[in-house]
C-alpha cells in the first residue's frame, strides 16, 4: 500500500494543467456540498484548470480538522482572514450564513483571490451593493466573483434558458414559481441561525425566495420590475437551541424565544416586458421537502420544473397541431443538453450536488477565460434589491413596490 | 314503434313521485351542460322530487326550438319572462350572460320560483346584494336559491371539504389556486361576450376566477379577508365577430374592436384564520385546457387537485411516518366518496358533465328537503365581494384591500 | 305540470326523424351504462335515427318493472323471447352474463332484430363461431351486429388507432397491456356468478383479458399470432353468495364453494408482422381500480395510455431531435379528436359511461348506412380464439400455442 | 500551490484508517461510474477502511494512463494478471465485458483478493457456476466476491425490498418488471460489442433482463421457479463498426454484420411462494432512455418504481379505509431512508451514480466485518440460470422451464 497521499488534500483531475487552489470557508450542508463538486468536477470535465482543495476554515480547530480530513482539504484554518492570506488559495469560496458574506468576499476580492460566495448574495441591500462594486473592480483587474445560485446549473433550468432564450416560448406571458418546503411545519423544531434576523437576514424569503428571484430573472431575462407581496411567520416563539446545531437538523430545548424571520412570503410582480409573475416561497407546505416548481407561458409554448424531479422539463409546443400537442416530459440527460455529455448515457440521471460540479466547471472555465461569470455579484444584488422590495411592500400594506435599476 | 313521446319533454326518472318542472334561460355551452343534468339526475340519483324539462328560453325563436328538441325540453319560449310565468315551471335556472342574472332571478323569486344561477351571480356587488337579500326573503317563503359554482359538485373536492372540515389538514396555512385555460393565446380569436366588460362583467376574473375564489372560501369553510392584485389585458384589440357566436367558438372578421376586460388577474389574499393564500386566473397559459390546480397546506396534511384530472384526490397525511409518507393519489371513485354510489364500480371515472348532475341533485334535496341550499346567493355575493375587491386593489396600486362582511 | 310524459320510456332526441326501438336484456352494472348511453346519444350526437328505449327484460318482474322506471325504459319484459317479438324493438342490447349471448343473440338474429351484444361475446369459441356465422348472414339482410368492447370508444383510444394507422409509430416493435382491478384481493369477497366458470366462461381472462385483446388487436391492426400463458387462482375457496348479489357488490355467507375461473392471466404473444407482445389481466392488484394500461413502441414513435386518467393520451414522437423530445400528454379533449366535438370545450374531461354513448353512436350510424360495424361478431370471435388459445396454453405448460386463422 | 499530490491516486477519505487498494479492470462507462463511487464513498460514508484508488488496467498504455489521470487512479496497468499482482491492490474490480469476467475473477480470487465483478456474472451458466464455487472457497479465508447489481443500492428499492421483507405487501401476487431502452430503434446504430453473442453473451436479456431478475429475487426474497419466454432480434443485420467505439455511442460504416443477440426478451414466471411475474427487457422501446420499471402487489399493499424517477417509490397500502387510500409517493430523501442520511437534507435527490458509491461502502463494510456480501457470485449464479432458462424455453417454443435449485 503506498501512503504517499497521506494529507494530501484532494486533487481533481488532469495532472498537468495550471492548479487552482481553492480555500472554503464554512464545511456545514453547503461547505459539503461544494466540497463534492471541487473534488468531482476535474474527474468528469475537461478543464482549463487543475482545482485543488487546498484548504477550509472554520472556528472550532477539532471540528474543522475532522471536516478536512472527511471532505478531502489539504488543510484547516480556523481564521478566514487566515485563509484568504494563503499562498496555495487562489479562489475563496464562502458558503457561511449571510451576516459574514460581504465582510468576507471583500476581504477575499482585496486580497486578489477569485470568490465564489453563496446565495443570498448579502443580508442587506447596502452590503450587496458594495459588494458587486468590489467585484466590478476586482474584474478589471482580472479576478471573477459569481454568487452560488446553484439551481441555474441544474441542467433541466438551463435547457430552459436556452429554449426561452431561443424564442421557443415567444413573448412571455406568466411566471409562477414556489419554493414549498416542510421542515418547520413542527412547532418544536428550535430556533436555528436560520430563524435569526441577525444571521440569516430573512427566512423563507432570503432562503427559498432568492433561489425563485433568481431563476425568474435568469429564465426571463430581465429584471423584475416591481413587487406587491405578503409575508407570515405561522409559529412566532420556538425553542432555544441547546449545544451545536449543524444545518437543517438541531434539538431545541425547553425555553423558547421569537422567530425573527418570516415563515412564508407570497408576492405578485410584473416583468419590463409584460409578464406577470407570482412567486412563493415556504417552510410550511407539509409533504413538500424542496418543490422548487415553476412554470412560464409565452405565446408560443409554455415550459414547467420541478426540482423534486430534477432530471425533467416539461415543454409544450403551442405551435403544434392541437390534436397532437401536448405537455411532454423531457428527460434532460441527453448529450444534447447542457452539462449532460460530460456524464452518464441517457435516462441515467443526475442528482442535486451535481449542481455543484456544474457551478465549480462553469467558474473555472471563467476565470480561465475571462469571461463574465453568470451569475455575478450584479445579479446577486439585483435580486436582493427584489427581497427588499418585497419586504418594504409587505410593511406597506402590500403596496406594488418598484425595484430600484 | 310507439310515438307517444313526440313533444315531450324528457322525464327524469322515478314515475310517481311529485313532478318539479324546470324553465331553463339559454341553452349555449352551460345550458346544454345543464339540460345533461337535469335529464340524468333522477336516472342516477334516488330522488324526492321527479325533475321534468318543462321548457327552455331564447331569443330566437327557431333556434331556441331547435335546442328544446334536441336537448330534451318539452317546450321553448322567446321571453323570459313568460318562461317565468308557465304553471309547469317551478323552477327557474339561469344560463345566459352575467348582466341578465340579476333581472331573471329577481323576477323569478318574485314570482315564487325556486332559482339556479350561473355564476359568477352577478357583474356587481350591488346586483348581488340584491339577489342575495331577494333570496333570503324567498326564503321564508320556502323558495330555494343556488349559484352555480358546479365545481364543488367534483366528488374529488367535496372529497376535500369532508376532509378540511374533518381536521384532516389541521390548521391551514397555505392555499393556492390557479385557473388556467389558454383560448385566448391565439391573438385572432374574436371579440365574444365574455371579452365584453358590459356583458361578462369582467375577464378572467369573473369566469375562473369566480371559481378559485369560491372553491377557497368552500374548502377553507371562511370568506377572504383581503385581496392585493395585479391585473393584465395582454392583447388589447380583437377583431369584431361577424355572424353568431356561441359559447368558446366563435369566428371573427377583419375590424379590431378594444378588449374591455382582463385576460388575467394575479391576487395575493389572507384568511381570517391566518392561511396565505394565492390566486390565478388566466386564459393565457398556453397548454393548459383546464387547469384549475389547488393546493392546501395544513399543519397535519396537504390537498393537491387538478381539475384535468378530476378523478383524482392528492393527499398528504403529516402525522405518519416521515420514511413511508407521501402525497397519496386517491382515485375518487369509491363508494364512500361523495356522490360516487350512484354511479360506477371504482375506478370508472367521471367527467365534467357530473358536476351538474350532482348540482341538480342537491338542489331538488334541498327543494324538497327545505335545508339552505349551498351556494347560497350570498355565497355567491361573497364571491362578488372578493372579485370586486381584487379590481379595487388592482386599480389601487395593488394596495391591500379589506373584503366587507 | 303536464303529466303526459308518465310510462314513456326515455327518447333520446331529434323528434321527427325515423325512430329505432331499443329492447335490452338485463339491467345490473352493464345495463345501467347501456341505459345511459341510449337515453344521451340522441341528445348529443346528431343521428340519423331516434333512438327509443322501448323495452328491458329481466326475470323478476318487480324488479325489471323498477329498473324499468329508473333507468327510463317504456316498458318491462321478464322473458327475453317477449321482448324480441316486440315490434317496438328494432335493436335487441344483450347486457346477461357469458352463457346466455349465444341463445339471445341468434334467435334475436333470426327474427330480424339488429343485436349489440355485450363481451365476451361467449363463454366458448363453438359459440362464438356460431354468432360470427349468424351475424354474417344476417348482415346479408341488412341487420347490424356488434359486439360490445366500448373501450374501442374512449376517445384517446380512438385516437391512439387513428395514429397507429396514420403511420405516426412507423414499424410496430412492442405491444404491453395490463388490465388491473383489486376486488379480489379481500379473500371475504364471495362466490358471485362472476366466479363462477359456468356462468362467466373464465374470471379475469374472460372479462379483462377480452378488452385488452381486442384492444391490441384494433391497435395494432391484425390479430394476434400465438400465446403462451400462466394462468392463476390465488384464492380457491369463497363464501357462497346468500341473497342476491348485483354486478360487483355482493354479500357472502359463512359456507364456502370453489372458485372454477382464473384470478389472473399473464400472457406474451406474437403479432404476424413481429411486434412482441405482453398481456396481463388481474383482480389482484391492490390498489389498481382500473388500470388497463398500455404502451407500444413503434420505429418512429410511442404511445401510452391508463384507463384510470382516460381523457389523457401520451405520445413520444421519435423523429423528433432528441433534445426537445419527450412523452407528451395530449389531453383528448379538443374537437379534433375523436367524438369530442360533440360535448364540451377543451379540458372538460369526459368519463367511463361516454364510452357507451359513442358506441351507440356508432352502432346506431352502421344501422343507417349500412356499414360494417365495428367490433363485429368476427371481431369478437378473433378475441375468444385468443382467449381459448391462452388456456390451451396455460394448461400445455406454456407452450407456444397459434390461433387458428 | 503544493504540487505533492502528482502522480497521487484519489484518496477516498479518511486518512488513519486501514487503507485498502483497489485496481479496476476497465475504463469505460462501468470504469468511470465505479471510479466515482470509488472517489466519492469515503468522503461521505463513515468506513471502516480507506479505499486507495491504486491502479486501473487496459490494453491501450496510452489510453489507460489518461484514464487514470482523469478518473484519479495512481498507476496504470495493461495486463489485468499484473494488476492483479500489484501488492497495493487488495480488491479487484471487473468493468470489462461479460467474456471476461470468468478468467479475470477466478485469477483474483486465487490471488487471494476481494472481487467486485460487474454483471452479469459471466456469459455462461458453467462459468458462473465455477465463479460462484471459487467465491465460496475464497470465503473461507476471508475474501469477499460481489456481483454490481448496483440497481439493489437505489435507496427506494432498498427501502422497497425493506418494506416487502416487513411484511408490509402482505403474501405477494403480482411482480411485473420491465427495462426498457431505446439506443437501438435506430437501425443505423452500428453492431459493437454489446451485439456479439461471442462478448457480450446476450443481448437485452444479459444486459438489462439480468437487472430485472436480479431486483425482482432480492424484491420477493426467493429464486424464481420457472418461465416461459420468447426474445427477438428485429434487426438482424448493422452496420460493423470502424474505428473504436466505447461503451453505448459509436459509428458504424458501410458495411453490414449480423447481430448476434437478441433485441428484446418477454418471459412470465412463477415464484415458489405462488406470484405470478412478467418481464420485459428491450432496447427497442422508443422514449424510454432507461425505463426500470417495477410494480409488486401483494395481500396488503403494493409498490411501483421507476428508475427514471429514481428518488420516489410509489406505495398503496391496502389495509387503510378505502376512502383515503392511494399510492402515495414517497421521495426517498428522509434520514431514515436506506443510505440518504449521509447525503443531503429531504428533497435533495441523488442520481444514478450514487448506486455506485453505495455499492463500494456496502462492499467495504463486508470485508471490514467478514458478513457474506449481497449480492453474491452465487446471486449472480442465480440470476444466470434463470437467463439461461429464458434463452433455452424461447428455443423451445416458450414452454415452461424450470430453473435448478
Redesign the interface.
Known sequence: ???????????S????KR?L?VGMVGYA?MGA?H??GW??VG??FDLPVRP?L?AVCGRDGGAVRAAA????W?AAETDWRALIAR??VDLVDICTPGDSHAEIALAALEAGKHVLCEKPLANTVEEAEAMAEAAERARARGQVAMVGFNYRRVPALA?ARR?VAGG??GAL??V?L?Y????L?D?SFPLTWRLRKDRAGSGALGDLGAHIVDLAQYLVGEPVAGV???T?T?VRERPLLEGASS???AEGGSRLGTVTVDD?A???A?FPS?A???F?A?R????????LRL?I??????LAFD?????ELS??D?TE???????????V?????PYVDA????????????TFVHQARDLLQAIATGARPEPSFADGLSVQRVLAAVEESAAK????TLIPA
Open positions: 500500500m503506498r501512503e504517499t497521499e497521506t494529507e494530501a488534500g484532494a486533487d483531475g488532469s495532472t498537468g492548479p487552489g450542508f456540498a466540497s463534492q473534488r468531482t474527474r468528469v485543488v487546498s480530513d472527511r471532505l478531502g489539504a499562498d496555495d435547457l429554449m421557443r416560448l406571458r406568466h409562477r414556489t414549498l418546503q416542510d421542515w411545519v412547532a406587491s407581496a405578503l407570515e405561522f444545518g437543517l437538523t412564508a407570497v408576492f405578485t410584473r409584460g406577470l409573475a407570482s412563493e415556504t410550511f407546505a407539509a409533504g413538500r421537502k424542496n418543490a412554470e407561458n409565452g405565446s408560443e409554448g409554455s426540482l423534486e424531479r430534477l432530471n415543454f409544450h403551442h397541431p392541437a390534436a397532437s400537442s401536448g405537455f411532454r416530459r423531457i428527460l440527460t441527453e448529450p444534447d443538453h456524464w452518464w448515457p441517457p435516462g441515467h440521471g443526475l442528482g442535486y450536488e451535481h400594506n402590500s403596496v406594488y
